[in-house]
């Protein structure tokens, strides 16, 4: 892919300062839990960033998250609501020429560069992190090609770009600005902010996608272009600095571009997919049949399956006729 560079659209009025780094430390230990504000897990979780995101007057909402897991650890990646719609699938989409968002019906993401980097031996920059990036994201354009749209890289615009972070904290300067990217990636955070998503979280979660969904001045979804879906506003993409990183590796430490796959395709709406079985003697998990989108990660992916590829197109193959 040739990464064009799109056009921002600033929107909101949040506090504009850029992430704090991890600190690296040296003896391999996990970095340093912060105080964080929001303690309770799950949908409770979610459900108090909606609350911060209504205080400060925004018309987005967090929809859903839905994370990937290490295979070995027994536990299978799983989707939370935010929102509970009685079938638990709140199915949202991106609307082509939202102006809410950006014009055009291309789909473009940016990397925050100053998250971008990993704190476990042996630490990952962000001139590491950004191109395994990348390579998921031009996977995702290249090889699907029943979609009718460019995917469109976003330069860094050199302040935080990112918001379920700093509200999940609770501290102001932590809290960024949405530049309405459709599709963020975050950066690593650390344990407690996987905890907060699933009890033990940061032990078996390797990353996690939040979609954020337009909402009235009530609080209710959008619809704008009438298809009895909410509204997309963009996604963010985050990664578990629990754990050791590598890059084009197999199994340990994780691959980033492998997780960058997964999880970008959580942030162009697909599930997970894959019939689930277990090994007796290990716990490690097994998936048939084998797909980037399968619910934990066993082995390197860089190259997307048949049943990712129609898992796109079924959800982007009238694009941009939504």
């Known amino acids: 892919m040739s990464i064009r560079h799109a056009g921002l659209l600033l929107v909101g009025a949040l506090v504009t300062t850029a992430c704090e780094q991890n600190t690296s430390p040296g003896d391999g230990a996990r970095p340093p839990a912060p105080s964080l504000a929001v303690t309770a897990t799950g949908p409770a979780m979610l459900k108090a960033i909606n609350q911060r995101l209504a205080a400060r007057g925004l018309n987005i909402r967090v929809a859903s998250a839905s994370y990937v897991t290490d295979a070995s650890s027994g536990q299978a990646g799983q989707t939370i609501f935010a929102f509970d719609h009685g079938n638990k699938r709140l199915g949202a989409d991106f609307v082509p020429n939202d102006e809410r968002r950006h014009p055009g019906s291309n789909i473009t993401y940016l990397v925050d560069q100053s998250d971008a980097v990993t704190s476990l031996p042996t630490a990952l920059t962000a ?99 009438h298809d009895h879906l909410p509204d997309t506003a963009f996604t963010e993409i985050y990664f578990n600095d629990a754990f050791a990183w590598g890059i084009d590796v197999q199994t340990f430490p994780f691959d980033v571009e492998t997780i960058a796959l997964h999880e970008s395709g959580h942030a162009l709406g697909q599930d997970h997919f894959g019939k689930i079985s277990q090994i007796q003697a290990t716990g490690r998990l097994l998936f048939a049949p084998f797909a980037v989108m399968n619910a934990a990660v066993s082995r390197q992916a860089h190259a997307l399956t048949g049943a990712d590829l129609a898992g796109h197109c079924g959800l982007w193959g009238s694009w941009p006729a939504r």
């Not at 090609?145 to 890289?153: E, G, H, L, N, V």
């Not at 975050?186 to 909402?215: M, N, R, V, Y």
């Open 127 to 225: 001139a590491q992190t950004e191109p395994a990036i990348d390579r998921a994201m031009t996977t995702w354009e290249t090889t699907t090609r029943c979609s009718a749209f460019a995917i469109d890289k976003v330069a860094d615009p050199g302040v935080d770009p990112d918001v379920v972070d700093g509200l999940f904290s609770g501290d102001p300067a932590q809290v960024g600005t949405p530049f309405y990217a459709d599709i963020v990636h975050a950066g690593w955070e650390s344990a407690p902010f996987f905890d907060a998503i699933a009890p033990g979280g940061s032990q078996f979660i390797l990353g996690a996608t939040f979609p954020l969904i337009f909402t009235d001045d009530d609080g209710n979804p959008t619809d704008n272009n």
